[in-house]
């Protein structure tokens, strides 16, 4: 792993603690693309795939509603 990340400068790894993936937004986007492109679909080629996912982004780039991000207070208990 240290070769590739060596090798890429521009990347970079970020981790989420377990308990706080809802706050991953990327997660929640790879589920749309899970539920409402890939599941139960056969492709001819992963050209196709690849075309019909690069067209889901497209609609939601069109069609997105930035996410307001706000921190609710946790109250113990």
Known sequence: MRGV???H?????HFTPTNASWL?????FFGKIQRKLLKNKNFKSK??????????VNVHN???IPYR???REVKGT
């Open 69 to 71: 991000w706000r921190k």
């Open 62 to 64: 069109t069609n997105g």
């Open 47 to 56: 050209r196709e795939m690849l075309q019909a996912i690069r067209d889901l």
């Open 24 to 28: 991953n937004l990327g997660e929640v």
């Open 9 to 13: 400068k521009n990347v970079f790894l």
């Open 5 to 7: 990340l060596a090798d």
